[in-house]
């Protein structure tokens, strides 16, 4: 019976987000060339039923609060909830949610995904409000887009009449204002005024379909305000005078009454509560917990639907929720307020739940009832260092790897699940939360854990401990390289990243001009972080508006850079920081040196390719085919080869032109954060530098330097001594001992899977001579000859290289070991758990 109808986004796009206004009278035209266009007719009822789905914001497309302001995003609420057809809300938007960019660049449907998406993307002075994953019933966006919806269907109803569909668009003598008509019965006519000017009033007057004399109030008028009001004069005629972006909905007073909503809560939604820590029963630290309606309510049934976790009474005595705000009704027994008085000290540590029940009854003589379950949560905070009650978001737990490494003690209460990972290894699956697990931690090693709370996975903790109260950086991923055009993306042994703090990884390069580069969390491309490409936004007026063949604005950029460029113009982010995205489809980001985020290309291209290029009034295909270039661009005439990228279907064509190389040579800091994915470049090289770590709480249970060593000792020399007996046992064959430099290691290109060169290989002796000479051991053929040894001085910060003889060879019957010494054990080992930084080699099999 209806699909999703852009006709109308593009007139709300063009007007509220291009900024031109005169656009509105679109909708007229959308309204009757859509009718020409569509059966709305509904072969079993008979009756046509407009049910095209209208909305202010979808995914693929930026939010419109974003792109143009909230007030423009509020008008288009209010014309969409009165106008024919299904009104979509867009999950998110309730709660003032205005992050940039679009579900192509994974910087949508902030509702779905854990805040900590969000944690760098700072929208607002106070963060991010998709940074909060709790729903906010008393937002007031949620409390308008209620009204928007409860007015609706107080003069709507169920849409079962002929009428429903019919639109009466008036003239209201400027383009810029939308004036109209609609109604499901005679007595129950709105009339809807919308100025779509941004910054100048319009007054407007036209002939309404009242009676006389009669008193018009604002539908959208909460119920708690004094209502705004107007008269249709003695001609029939209304005048009214709406301020920018405002919007009325006029109906004869008074208005319809629609169901009571609570408006406030306290504590406020998601707010932190300190307990002292002398709170006790001798010296009560009291709580009020009040929830506040828009209008009186029945006394009786408020206070018999309230409860604090679920309850409605607490064991400490309290008699549960009482009305604190009486007024006179009806009934007798109106409340406007309703309060717990609780003991702090008997509520525990973390997030508590204050709930109402639907149905509460309006006082008044409507007798309304409420028509949701209201809901909001608070958190107790006891000491503000647990990942659910700390205000300041904290990521890294001192003390969260405790007991000689054998447990994780959490400071999470209030969770419901959580679930473990050690760095570079697998998620646990979930488990029920407990304020101790065993677990096996590595030293060296971070380990994360991952809590669930409340309908949020956001809250994400990490600990990284040595041995002895020393403690290390918590990180996401083991390592991570930054892959650039200049390291022949990884090839060479270049770019490798240092932590320099929890989680944050840096490295200091130098440029002499744009390069593009990737963050690569292994020495493979199995997975990697970069930047979404630039791409314009879905926009076309219909095909029935005439403007449609002259009007073509310079499209809404969408990507990356996009995003970028709207932090900073907003002051959110300085010219040094980004983000990035660890989608498949991402592209290389640009370096360069600047040490900043600029590209060396305008916003909206997001590479060097053709794209197309859109005339002004001046321009026209002989100026394209004549201009050759200007300050930023190439141009060209579309030859539609395969050549030509992305410039599709238009004649002229465009791209960036090449850039050349700076005469300076700058070093720039990287900064990437693998748990954000925001990243830094500065030529402050100070910041690349370590940063402090805090030390691991006091006391037994976290560990000891002395266990810590023994477990050490016993790790690596237990599969020592292994290997020392098995060659003990092979004395008849030879060993290898390798000591070479890393510059003598070459690849020939007439050999496969990276073996030494014949004058490189590795000189063969019997095992006593080679064990002397501190030689690995293995197996191999052939007469024994004296060993070419050369001295190595190693000194930081030079990588160490292992090279283990272990190979495993798959044959019919199995696994069989073709190659295997017992060292190789230990340097298998070495390679995985060392927490320094080594190059490790294995044995080439032909």
């Not at 852009?6 to 900024?19: E, P």
């Not at 014309?79 to 003032?96: C, K, M, N, R």
């Not at 929208?123 to 906010?136: E, I, L, M, V, Y």
């Not at 032109?657 to 693998?674: A, G, H, M, Q, V």
Request: hydrophobic content about 35%; some cysteine; proline content about 7%.
């Amino acid at each position: 019976q209806g699909g999703i109808d852009y006709a109308y986004y593009w007139y709300f796009f063009t007007a509220l987000v291009h900024d031109r206004p005169d656009f509105a009278d679109g909708f007229r035209l959308a309204y009757h060339g859509e009718h020409r266009m569509l059966d709305t007719v509904d072969p079993v009822t008979e009756q046509p039923e407009y049910a095209m789905w209208t909305f202010c914001n979808n995914h693929d497309n930026w939010r419109l609060q974003t792109m143009a302001g909230p007030h423009q995003f509020r008008l288009c609420l209010a014309v969409i909830s009165f106008w024919p057809g299904t009104p979509l809300h867009y999950a998110g938007d309730e709660q003032d949610l205005n992050t940039p960019g679009s579900a192509l660049d994974g910087w949508a449907r902030e509702e779905l995904s854990p805040s900590l998406a969000w944690r760098s993307l700072r929208t607002t002075p106070a963060g991010n409000p998709s940074d909060r994953d709790n729903f906010d019933m008393t937002s007031p966006s949620y409390l308008y887009t209620a009204r928007l919806n409860a007015v609706r269907a107080a003069y709507f109803g169920d849409f079962i009449s002929n009428d429903c569909d019919a639109l009466n668009v008036l003239a209201s003598g400027f383009a810029e204002v939308l004036v109209f008509i609609r109604s499901c019965s005679s007595d129950r006519r709105i009339a809807v005024v919308a100025n779509f000017h941004a910054s100048e009033a319009r007054r407007v007057s036209f002939d309404a379909p009242w009676w006389a004399r009669t008193t018009l109030h604002d539908a959208l008028t909460p119920a708690w305000l004094l209502p705004w009001e107007t008269w249709v004069d003695s001609a029939g005629s209304v005048s009214v005078l709406v301020a920018p972006l405002e919007v009325r909905v006029l109906v004869p007073a008074p208005v319809l009454k629609v169901p009571p909503v609570v408006t406030d809560v306290l504590p406020a939604h998601d707010a932190r509560v300190r307990r002292r820590p002398d709170d006790s029963k001798e010296k009560q630290q009291l709580l009020n917990v009040t929830v506040r309606f828009d209008r009186p309510v029945d006394l009786a049934h408020a206070e018999a639907s309230a409860r604090l976790d679920g309850k409605q009474a607490l064991g400490d005595g309290s008699n549960g929720f009482r009305c604190s705000a009486p007024v006179p009704s009806i009934s007798g027994s109106g409340c406007l307020q309703i309060t717990l008085s609780v003991d702090l000290g008997s509520l525990s540590e973390g997030p508590h739940i204050v709930e109402v029940s639907e149905g509460v009854p309006a006082a008044e003589d409507d007798g309304l009832p409420t028509a949701v379950v209201f809901r909001s949560t608070f958190t107790v905070v006891f000491e503000d260092e647990g990942v659910l009650t700390s205000t300041g978001r904290t990521h890294e737990q001192p003390g969260l790897i405790c007991n000689y490494l054998t447990q994780l003690c959490h400071k999470a209460r209030g969770a419901e699940w959580l679930r473990i990972r050690n760095t570079g290894a697998s998620w646990t699956p979930w488990q029920k939360y407990e304020d101790v697990t065993d677990w096996q931690a590595e030293p060296g090693r971070a380990v994360l854990v991952q809590y669930h709370s409340q309908g949020s996975s956001s809250y994400l903790v990490g600990d990284c401990v040595l041995g002895g109260g020393k403690r290390c950086y918590a990180q996401y991923h083991p390592e991570m390289f930054l892959r650039t055009e200049d390291n022949d993306w990884g090839i060479k042994d270049e770019g490798r990243m240092m932590l320099v703090n929890h989680f944050t990884w840096a490295v200091n390069v130098s440029f002499d001009s744009f390069t593009r580069a990737k963050f690569a969390p292994f020495p493979n491309w199995k997975k990697s972080y970069g930047k979404m490409k630039a791409r314009d936004m879905h926009y076309a007026l219909p095909s029935y508006d005439p403007r449609h063949t002259t009007y073509s604005p310079e499209p809404w950029h969408d990507g990356t850079e996009s995003i970028r460029q709207w932090m900073l113009d907003g002051g959110h982010w300085s010219k040094h920081e980004s983000i990035a995205s660890g989608s498949e489809s991402a592209l290389p980001f640009w370096l360069s040196h600047l040490c900043n985020q600029d590209p060396p290309y305008p916003a909206g291209y997001s590479d060097l390719d053709w794209q197309c290029h859109r005339y002004t009034d001046s321009q026209d295909l002989d100026w394209c085919a004549s201009v050759g270039e200007d300050e930023h661009f190439v141009y060209t005439v579309n030859n539609r080869t395969q050549y030509m990228g992305d410039c599709g279907e238009c004649d002229c064509c465009r791209k960036v032109k090449p850039f050349s190389r700076s005469e300076t040579n700058r070093t720039c800091c990287i900064l990437f954060n693998d748990l954000f994915l925001n990243y830094t470049v500065t030529s402050d090289q100070s910041v690349c530098s370590m940063s402090w770590i805090a030390p691991a709480p006091p006391g037994p249970d976290y560990g000891s330097i002395w266990i810590a060593i023994c477990m050490g000792v016993f790790w690596i020399l237990f599969p020592c001594s292994a290997a020392v007996v098995g060659v003990a046992r092979k004395r008849n064959h030879s060993v290898v001992a390798m000591l070479l430099l890393p510059t003598q290691l070459r690849r020939p290109r007439s050999q496969g899977c990276g073996c030494f060169g014949a004058e490189d290989a590795p000189q063969k002796m019997p095992a006593a001579e080679a064990l002397a000479a501190g030689g690995g051991s293995g197996r191999s053929g052939g007469s024994p000859r004296s060993t070419r040894q050369e001295q190595i001085s190693i000194f930081r910060p030079h990588l160490v290289l292992f090279a283990s003889l272990e190979h495993v060879i798959e044959h019919e019957d199995g696994r069989e070991k073709a190659i295997a010494g017992g060292l190789g054990k230990v340097a298998g080992l070495m390679c995985r758990y060392h927490p320094g930084s080594l190059v490790c080699v294995t044995a080439c099999m032909p």
